[in-house]
């Protein structure tokens, strides 16, 4: 890469003074080494003011800090764009052109500098270079295989093209890869770019068949069967990815990043061993002229492969060189970040982002369709996503594998879709999802709810893998209200229930009885009476007076709430399980609970469990209740006997995750 462009205070204040002060905070950053912090900033001020030279000169500088060769040459050709007369910035930009094997783009940089600015310090440093390019020049191009006589205009094109796709400017790159074939129809890597341009464009059908016309004509090449099997894999098709892999594999194509390509198309499809067989035998194998063409992306993949092997150390020595060779890399900071998580909150290690297993297409069209009814009726929201999921069958195709392997914003954004559009097939992927080792235990545990809310798993406990293990957890989904019950009572009988039930709570039988019995007579087949009148034999120490109107009452009236849980508790101090829990099962289903209702089914269920030897469902149980802060004399004899630790309050955080990101890496 060309060296940094000068910084200094005493650039001149193009920029309106509003902004100064955040270029002045990007210096400090600078000043401080914190490259990532300063190129962030900088990118923002440059989409919110595109064209200002201060801001381009500062986020060029970033760039080359970061060792960033594709951002330092997409910063330089726009600050030229508006700086012409930037003798710095041209030469620059011939030398990132030649970093980023582009030697035709950088000749004709080169001899533009030499021609603008013959006396300048550097010209004849320059002139040196051009004449090796021109030595060079004959052998780059007939390896191009290109027609003599358009050979060195074509080979420009065609490193424009590759400029274009590393900036993701995709429709410019069919523009001129067309122009190309135009002229040069079985051009293979214009005929690769190109069908990298046409994924990201959304016409995954129209890319297969781009790279299969090159296969046609060279049945080994390693772009294209690399390409294809990211496509294959990205809609679902791995079947037909596996067997290309195999040809990948054996190929001896000459290529240029032939390895990368290799190693990349094997991450896409998840084949860890196939990556490090390709990697160790590289280090075994390779010469100095080989290994220092290896880039960051190629050491973070082998990082995902060896992690993904178990094999720890080794993941975070690759994740290591490649921060080496580019400091500012993310994938390679954020794996590494992951990994220092507890063992239940990592998500990773993942190989690509989110954008590299979507199209762009499909990102842009869901802000166009997703994002305006977000924040209205439910109705709208659901109706909008299930448009979006019928016209991307390519995101339910993907989701599989955005959930065994994608990354954060991979992985939550098919599980808050599947929330909004309830669609029918990401649900049943949630499932799978839900009851994998993928993935942190929280987003697991969310899907795992959201599937049982739609019927797919049973209410109750589930075996999850939870804090590096196999637990029974608890999945429930109904609503806990708290609004007073509708009355079944006259006003007269309402009216000594209420004061029979304060006086309970005040352990005033001599008060409460009374009134229960004057109740009874006015209405002698109400369930709520008869179940406090127990509770009135409770208190008395009159167990068996207690236990046969319990069971009176659930002969009586089988379908009362509380019936049926009274009953449920006496067949588990009895020891039979299987009848309390064929009582208490039906009471999970319900939609709606109240708060009474609820703590009385905690109870319950929290008695089985411990009966039965469950302590994890048992404690999952007491979390629930205890989540919701409902006051209840109970659940301290509960926490002492689990041993739990009385629980803060939680913060209140949105359930909808905003899944796109930007995200650096090779696209």
């Avoid at 002045?24 to 989409?47: G, I, M, N, S, V």
């Avoid at 190629?298 to 080794?314: I, K, N, P, S």
């Avoid at 499909?362 to 019928?390: N, Q, S």
Wanted: with cysteine.
């Amino acid at each position: 890469m060309a060296k940094k462009k000068q910084h200094s205070r005493s650039t001149p204040r193009v920029i309106p003074r509003r902004y100064w002060d955040e270029l002045d905070e990007a210096q400090k950053l600078f000043d401080k080494k914190y490259w990532d912090e300063a190129r962030d900033k900088l990118e923002d001020l440059d989409r919110r003011l595109p064209g200002r030279p201060d801001i381009l000169t500062n986020l060029v500088n970033a760039y080359y800090e970061l060792h960033d060769t594709e951002g330092y040459q997409s910063a330089s050709e726009r600050l030229l764009q508006v700086d012409r007369n930037n003798a710095d910035a041209t030469l620059g930009l011939a030398g990132t052109y030649l970093s980023n094997g582009r030697p035709m783009l950088a000749l004709r940089a080169f001899r533009e500098f030499v021609q603008r600015w013959p006396d300048h310090s550097r010209a004849n440093e320059a002139r040196e270079t051009i004449a090796d390019l021109d030595d060079m020049m004959p052998k780059l191009l007939q390896d191009l295989d290109l027609p003599t006589e358009q050979a060195a205009e074509l080979a420009a094109q065609h490193e424009t093209v590759q400029s274009l796709l590393a900036q993701g400017r995709y429709r410019e790159v069919r523009q001129v890869a067309e122009t190309i074939l135009k002229r040069v129809p079985k051009f293979a890597p214009a005929l690769n770019n190109l069908s990298l341009a046409q994924w990201s464009d959304g016409h995954s059908d129209q890319a297969t068949a781009s790279a299969q016309r090159v296969l046609e004509f060279e049945p080994d090449n390693v772009h294209a069967l690399s390409n294809l099997i990211r496509f294959l894999c990205a809609t679902g098709r791995l079947n037909d990815a596996r067997l290309y892999a195999e040809r990948l594999k054996v190929s001896l194509a000459p290529a240029t990043d032939a390895v990368f390509k290799k190693v990349e198309g094997l991450s896409y499809l998840g084949d860890d061993q196939g990556v490090l067989e390709l990697v160790h035998q590289i280090e075994q194998n390779a010469d100095t002229e080989h290994s220092a063409r290896l880039t960051a992306m190629f050491y973070h993949l082998a990082g995902v492969a060896a992690w993904r092997m178990g094999q720890e150390g080794e993941a975070r020595s690759y994740w290591q060189r490649a921060l080496k060779l580019s400091p500012g890399f993310q994938f390679a900071k954020e794996n590494l970040d992951d990994l220092k998580k507890a063992v239940g909150e990592r998500h990773g290690p993942w190989p690509f982002s989110f954008p590299h297993w979507v199209s762009h297409k499909a990102i842009l069209d869901f802000d166009r369709t997703i994002r305006p009814a977000l924040g209205r009726d439910e109705a709208v929201v659901e109706r909008a996503a299930r448009r979006y999921v019928h016209e991307h069958p390519d995101i339910v195709a993907v989701a599989p594998v955005l959930l065994e392997r994608g990354d954060p914003q991979g992985r939550e954004f098919v599980v808050n879709l599947a929330r909004i559009s309830k669609s029918p097939e990401l649900m049943g992927l949630l499932k799978d999802f839900a009851l994998s080792q993928d993935g942190p235990d929280k987003l697991r545990i969310e899907a795992a709810q959201l599937v049982r809310e739609v019927g797919l798993l049973p209410a109750g406990p589930a075996r999850i893998w939870s804090q590096g293990g196999w637990r029974d957890l608890l999945l429930l989904g109904f609503e806990i209200y708290d609004e007073p019950e509708l009355t079944v009572h006259s006003p007269q009988v309402t009216e000594w229930m209420q004061d029979a039930v304060l006086a309970l709570r005040e352990r005033d039988v001599q008060q409460a009885e009374p009134l229960l019995r004057k109740a009874l007579a006015e209405e002698p087949d109400k369930p709520d009476l008869l179940n406090n009148l127990a509770v009135v034999y409770e208190l008395r120490g009159q167990h068996q007076e207690k236990e046969a109107l319990i069971r009176e009452i659930h002969e009586r009236y089988p379908d009362y709430f509380f019936g049926r849980v009274n009953v449920a508790r006496q067949y588990t101090r009895d020891g039979d399980y299987e009848r309390a829990r064929l009582l208490l099962d039906p009471l999970l289903r319900q939609n709606r609970m109240h708060t009474s209702e609820f703590v009385a089914l905690c109870a319950a269920e929290i008695e089985l469990h411990l009966a039965q030897g469950n302590v994890d469902v048992a404690r999952s149980w007491f979390d629930f209740w205890d989540s919701t802060h409902l006051p209840d004399s109970q659940i301290e004899q509960y926490r002492s006997r689990l041993g739990v630790r009385p629980m803060a309050r939680p913060a209140r955080t949105s359930r909808w995750l905003n899944p796109f990101r930007k995200s650096m890496g090779n696209g």
